[in-house]
């Protein structure tokens, strides 16, 4: 199985920030890595797929990069609606998906 | 707009049965490969099955062959996971997610429906 590690677990951020979130894949998964985001008391949300790529409707803040086992999720200037556990996910293994533990990010 | 409506949770009792549904509107159902994705109560998320387009191919996680039968009505866009031998580990919201491939072909990501709980105690 491969294991999707996140870091870090919990991030506190003030409005207007940049964020970074990182993922790293157990075994390189090409660029076959999704990011959802999962607003309180909500199902998940596609934000990235490709490692880069905007679903429809994601707004530019958010942008994806990496390849092979390490990937970053980049949010440019936090806003307090972002408040949100986000989650990678490789796809590399159809049909053995696996999803990262998760980052909570907090509006400090 | 894609609409994904579970239904079917609720309370059961470790061994008991259980069939979740998912009524799909707003896209070809018949196109997509479609899948289940739990998430038990304040952890990540666990990827449980997933169904062709056609259903003529389905696969499972580990943890749940055996057990869970994924199936799929594409006259009445629906899909299903009947559980059966369910324990305390079991005990999750079950998302029904859209593979965004289409066209009969996997991307591997998703999107998602609401979700309904499943508790499994005595």
């Known amino acids: 199985e491969i294991l999707m590690t996140q870091s870090p677990a919990t991030l506190s951020v003030s409005p207007g920030e940049r964020v970074t979130l990182s993922c790293r894949a157990s075994q390189r998964v090409s660029s076959n890595l999704a990011w959802y985001q999962q607003k309180p008391g909500q199902a998940p949300r596609l934000l990235i797929y490709g490692a880069s790529t905007r679903a429809t409707g994601i707004p530019a803040r958010f942008s994806g990069s990496g390849s092979g086992t390490e990937f970053t999720l980049t949010i440019s200037s936090l806003r307090s609606e972002d408040l949100a556990v986000y989650y990678c996910q490789q796809y590399n293994y159809w049909p053995r998906l696996t999803f990262g533990g998760g980052t909570k990010v907090e509006i400090k | 707009q894609v609409q994904l409506e579970e239904s079917g949770g609720g309370l059961v009792k470790p061994g008991g049965s259980l069939t979740l549904s998912c009524e799909a509107s707003g896209f070809t159902f018949s196109a997509h490969y479609m899948s289940w994705i739990r998430q038990a109560p304040g952890k990540g998320l666990e990827w449980v099955s997933s169904i062709t387009s056609t259903g003529g191919t389905i696969y499972y996680a580990d943890s749940v062959k055996g057990r869970f039968t994924i199936s799929r009505d594409n006259v009445k866009n629906s899909l299903y996971l009947q559980m059966n031998s369910l324990r305390a580990e079991d005990t999750a919201v079950y998302y029904c997610?859209?593979?965004?491939?289409?066209?009969?072909?996997?991307?591997?990501?998703?999107?998602w429906g609401q979700g309904t709980l499943v508790t499994v105690s005595s």
């Open positions: 997610a859209r593979d965004e491939g289409g066209d009969d072909a996997w991307s591997g990501y998703f999107s």
